[in-house]
C-alpha cells in the first residue's frame, strides 16, 4: 500500500511540474512562429498571415471581432460588434448600442495604438488555464488582428485598456 502512496505522490508531482517553471528554462530552445505561418490555434479562414501586413477577414459589416476562449472552464466566446451597433454573441444573442458608441470605441483603439501592436503576444508558458483573447478590428482600409493571454507580462498596458473598452461595450449592451 505504501509503495502506491509513492507512486501515485511521484506521478502527481511530474504531471504538476508539466505546468511549473520547465518553460522558463528552456526559455533559449522557444521559437516564435515563422513570418507567414499561421499559428496552429487561429484557423486560415480567419487570418491569412501573422506578418505585419496580415490580412484579417471579418464578416460584412463587422468592425469588431472579441473571442475569449479557455480557462478552467473551457469557455468559448465570441462577439462580432458591427458598424450599425448590433452585437452578436456565439450564443446567437443579439443586442445593441448606438452606432455612436461603436465609432467612439474605433477610436479609442485607434488612439490607443491597436494597429501598430504585433499579431501575437505568447507567453513563456501557456499551460494553466489561461484564457486566450482574439481581437480582430476594421476601421477603414486598416485590420489588424492580435491575439494575447492573461497573465502575460509582455502585454502592453494600451492592449488591456482596449480590451476593458470592448468588454465594455459588450457589457453595457446586455443591459
Not at 505568447?122 to 478590428?137: A, G, H, I, R
Amino acid at each position: 500500500m505504501g509503495k502506491i502512496i509513492v507512486s501515485l505522490i511521484l506521478i502527481s508531482a511530474a504531471f504538476l511540474t508539466g505546468c511549473g517553471l520547465s518553460a522558463l528554462e528552456n526559455r533559449s530552445e522557444m521559437k516564435p512562429p515563422t513570418p507567414g505561418e499561421a499559428p496552429s490555434e487561429v484557423t486560415p479562414t480567419e487570418i491569412e498571415s501573422t506578418s505585419p501586413s496580415q490580412t484579417v477577414k471579418l464578416p460584412d459589416g463587422v468592425v469588431i471581432q472579441f473571442q475569449r476562449s479557455g480557462g478552467l472552464a473551457g469557455v468559448m466566446e465570441s462577439w462580432l460588434i458591427y458598424s450599425d451597433g448590433r452585437v452578436v454573441s456565439n450564443q446567437g444573442k443579439t443586442v445593441s448600442v448606438t452606432s455612436q458608441q461603436v465609432s467612439e470605441l474605433l477610436q479609442k483603439i485607434e488612439q490607443l495604438g491597436f494597429f501598430a501592436l504585433p499579431a501575437r503576444y505568447m507567453p513563456l508558458n501557456k499551460c494553466c488555464d489561461l484564457f486566450e483573447y482574439t481581437l480582430s478590428v476594421q476601421m477603414a482600409e486598416k485590420t489588424h488582428q492580435v491575439v494575447f493571454y492573461d497573465f502575460d507580462p509582455e502585454v502592453p498596458q494600451a492592449l488591456w485598456e482596449i480590451m476593458a473598452a470592448v468588454q465594455a461595450l459588450i457589457d453595457e449592451s446586455a443591459h
